[in-house]
């Protein structure tokens, strides 16, 4: 076997492994935490959330902030912020006007994931922002390993 074989074996097997490798990343999410009861993570702060087979993950820095048990799991509820992009549009209209009226009428949604637990006698929650490619990923996993579904927040209806 000559040189010019064994470097375009070596080659072919690299690019066998190498998407594979490549695919071999975490599965986590990318969240903004939005409030709730763990008071060591400010309001705002991106954290990776991780969906275990038995547990919800929250880790920031590589370090995990908490670990939420599935079968502690009381609530998942989901809603969206809807609002105008009027700070965008003014921008825009500044330079081209045409461009900012057409800013000011599009909207852009948040999606927000909501949790509740209990852990004995603790209780705690928290709300946090998910992207937009990956709030139904989020929502489904959860789901899956703590067997409840997801509460609507816009399809409750609020009597004052």
């Not at 991780?50 to 908490?66: L, M």
């Not at 799991?73 to 969206?80: D, F, H, K, L, V």
């Amino acid at each position: 076997m000559n040189i010019r074989s064994y470097i375009s074996s070596i080659l072919c097997v690299l690019l066998i492994f190498l998407p594979v490798m490549a695919s071999a990343r975490d599965n986590g999410f990318n969240i903004k935490y939005d409030g709730g009861s763990i008071t060591e993570v400010k309001p705002g702060s991106e954290l990776r959330l991780y969906i275990d087979g038995n547990q919800v993950r929250f880790v920031q820095h590589d370090e995990e902030v908490v670990a939420i048990p599935a079968t502690a799991i009381t609530e998942i509820s989901y809603g969206q912020d809807v609002h105008r992009r009027v700070g965008t549009a003014v921008a825009v209209g500044v330079f081209t006007l045409g461009l900012g009226a057409l800013t000011a009428l599009s909207k852009s949604k948040k999606h927000f994931v909501g949790l509740t637990w209990a852990i004995g006698e603790k209780k705690g929650g928290l709300a946090m922002q998910c992207d937009k490619s990956d709030y139904r990923g989020i929502l489904v996993g959860i789901e899956g390993i703590t067997g409840k579904k997801a509460i609507d927040s816009a399809t409750m209806t609020v009597k004052n």
